[in-house]
């Protein structure tokens, strides 16, 4: 079955660190990736996405992903967050027309980042 | 402005009651999602609608019934409401094709008592 796990449940940064959060996926089929980000109490809303090309995307907020085909890997990354950065952050994966174009998610990660 | 808006945002009710959820949306998108997020912010597709047309369907309980009277409309009527069904339910919208993204409404949050 087709599926999206993020190894991250919770991590906890202080200001200035370097994010990573893991994201695999497990579909043979193309598939288009994206990250979405949840504030508290807020909607989700899309952090950055990779169709093809460049496996290296950037998006918002200083946020960039790298895709890994062989590792079915799309893991999220920033240099240096902020505590504005503290959120819920999902994988999101969408599948072809054979799927019906379904989009799953991952479980979430919860970031909270120290002032 | 253009958005994806669904009405209540918040919900309160006893269980045994029914009540329905609606959204809307303007972005001239041709497929609308309804999703679970439980209390552990986990995300479950429930149902989603191709041009009025039902296509995702997940394992849900049949008083789940969702209705789309057009494209831009998919409202979610819920019968006999149980204490488990507390959860927030999000509504999303976006073209059919695999590139396009999801776009979200703000969210239901539904609480039953």
């Known amino acids: 079955a087709q599926s999206v796990s993020q190894h991250n449940h919770h991590v906890i940064l202080s200001e200035a660190a370097s994010l990573e959060l893991g994201c695999n996926y497990s579909y043979g089929g193309t598939v288009n990736l994206f990250w979405y980000v949840q504030y508290p109490g807020q909607h989700l809303q899309l952090l950055l996405k990779?169709?093809?090309?460049?496996?290296l995307v950037k998006g918002i907020k200083g946020f960039e992903a790298e895709f890994i085909k062989s590792k079915f890997s799309f893991n999220l990354r920033k240099p240096s967050v902020q505590w504005s950065d503290t959120a819920e952050y999902f994988c999101a994966v969408k599948m072809g027309a054979r799927n019906n174009n379904d989009m799953r998610f991952g479980a979430g990660t919860r970031l909270t980042v120290k002032p | 402005d253009t958005a994806v808006s669904q009405t209540p945002k918040y919900l309160v009710t006893q269980m045994g009651n029914d009540k329905s959820i609606k959204c809307e949306q303007n972005l001239g998108h041709d497929t609308m999602y309804w999703y679970k997020q439980d209390s552990k912010k986990f995300l479950k597709i429930m149902f989603s609608y191709n041009n009025k047309e039902l296509i995702i369907n997940e394992t849900v309980p049949n008083r789940f019934s969702p209705k789309s009277p057009d494209k831009a409309h998919l409202n979610l009527h819920i019968n006999s409401l149980e204490l488990g069904d507390s959860a927030v339910y999000f509504c999303?919208?976006?073209?059919?094709?695999?590139?396009?993204?999801?776009?979200f409404g703000n969210g239901t949050r539904l609480t039953v008592t």
């Open positions: 990779y169709f093809s090309g460049d496996p």
């Open positions: 999303a919208s976006s073209h059919r094709d695999r590139n396009s993204p999801l776009h």
